[in-house]
């Protein structure tokens, strides 16, 4: 078992490093946990990333606290889940407070214009990276082609993309019996081997009695803050309605933060009015720029919703507690989720026909991450885009003639970095994010 001090300090610095979105997240964990650590086995990190995926709410983080759970019990999970996102909280409070006081500046655009594209190349070189890993059968290839197809393409729900890779692979898996020990469970063909066996992780054998007591613990720590202002703040609802609006929609984030974005900006903009139409996008844009999971957004609409409608409180008091508030109830479900069902995903584990059909999620987890660069470069590599729906086909396409040849130049520099180069993710930002901003400076001198 790893020390609990030595496995806090290495979340403390995957924490540091969780930029990029879910893709990025996990190539961290990847590479300090099984490449460069040796703490846990490949197919192991499959195995708990497969369950972690089927669950609402960020899977980067999650895939966190089981695999800290796996290396020191709960309190390593909640280290691990609290370190994870902690960097972000406090980036995002700060760049929140910033836009509220000084709004846009010409300058932190130029930073956004150069981060943005850096992102992009974060994004393809983690799919590399998790694929080669992943996908080791032409039919795992078929199905991580067929999710990015049918999200990107047919704009199928993500629940059913995953729900049928999961079919897929139990029906493989009943007549390719090697798909499953292939990819994801089983014993490891890549790699060395971890210095931690797999008996020698940590396990509980799930009880009623320890599922009730932690769904039961786990659903007064979700809700206790939000009864709270619900019984002692009368001056303004804004706290309630946050509080139970982003708890409903810590439940149904399947798929990451773009599968609700859309949904959670409609009710910020248009009934709520916790934002004026245009901010979700800057809030993405801040949220981009700092560590751990895309979902942080909320915490920026609830720090501008709670500002603009603040009741008795000082605004930026109520700005704060705000953003404390939905930080919450977002996140604990996630601790929630892990710790009731690690130990009965851990029972399963060598279940043959859990594992095939858990093997065909991971394949189109690639997909569905492919989808999510696709997205990243239709919306920051061109300045308009237009929508086809004939049929089932439902697809967004970049308006060619707006293409942005300094979006397009700095995510080349990014690409030739991190796959020429190698360098890593925060190397890369901080370059792209300094020629963001030569950009801007060469341009206002001209």
């Known amino acids: 078992m790893i020390p609990l001090r030595e496995a806090t300090k290495a979340w403390f610095a995957i924490s540091l490093q969780t930029f990029g979105g879910p893709a990025g997240q996990i190539a961290v964990m990847q590479h300090k946990l099984v490449d460069e650590k040796r703490w846990i086995g490949q197919q192991r990190f499959l195995h708990a990333l497969n369950f972690c995926t089927l669950l609402p709410g960020p899977e980067a983080q999650q895939l966190a606290i089981y695999t800290g759970w796996l290396l020191n019990g709960t309190r390593g999970g909640m280290i691990a889940g609290s370190l994870f996102v902690l960097p972000g909280v406090i980036a995002l409070m700060a760049l929140s407070a910033i836009y509220v006081r000084f709004g846009e500046t010409d300058f932190i655009s130029a930073i956004f214009a150069g981060v943005a594209p850096a992102v992009i190349a974060i994004v393809v070189s983690a799919i590399q990276r998790i694929a080669k890993r992943a996908l080791d059968h032409r039919v795992l290839v078929a199905i991580a082609l067929g999710a990015f197809l049918a999200l990107t393409v047919f704009s199928v729900p993500f629940p059913l993309v995953i729900l049928g890779a999961g079919i897929v692979g139990w029906l493989l898996g009943r007549c390719m019996p090697s798909i499953a020990r292939g990819s994801g469970h089983g014993a490891a063909t890549d790699g060395p081997a971890p210095l931690i066996s797999d008996d020698a992780l940590h396990h509980e054998l799930p009880s009623r009695r320890r599922s009730l007591l932690i769904l039961t613990f786990g659903l007064v720590l979700w809700f206790t803050p939000v009864a709270a202002f619900a019984v002692f703040v009368d001056s303004t609802d804004v706290f309630v309605d946050q509080g139970l609006f982003f708890s409903g929609a810590a439940v149904v984030t399947f798929g990451g933060a773009y599968a609700v974005l859309s949904y959670v900006a409609h009710q910020a903009v248009s009934v709520y009015g916790w934002l004026a139409p245009g901010e979700m996008v800057r809030g993405l844009a801040l949220a981009e720029t700092t560590p751990g999971p895309l979902i942080m957004v909320v915490q920026f609409v609830a720090f501008v919703g709670a500002y603009r409608h603040p009741g008795s409180f000082d605004p930026w008091v109520a700005a704060v507690l705000a953003s404390l508030l939905v930080t919450w109830v977002t996140f604990v479900p996630c601790f929630l989720f892990v710790l009731l069902g690690a130990p009965y995903v851990e029972r399963l584990r060598h279940n043959r026909h859990l594992a095939a059909a858990l093997t065909g999620v991971t394949a189109a987890v690639v997909g569905v991450i492919a989808n999510l660069a696709v997205f990243f ?61 030569a950009v801007y400076v060469v341009e206002l001198a001209w």
């Open 377 to 437: 470069a239709l919306h920051n590599l061109f300045d308009k885009a237009r929508s086809v729906d004939e049929g089932p086909v439902h697809l967004d396409l970049p308006v060619l003639s707006s293409w942005d040849p300094v979006a397009f130049g700095i995510t080349g520099v990014a690409l030739v970095v991190m796959f020429k180069r190698g360098w890593g993710p925060m190397r890369t930002l901080g370059l792209c994010a300094a020629l963001g901003v």
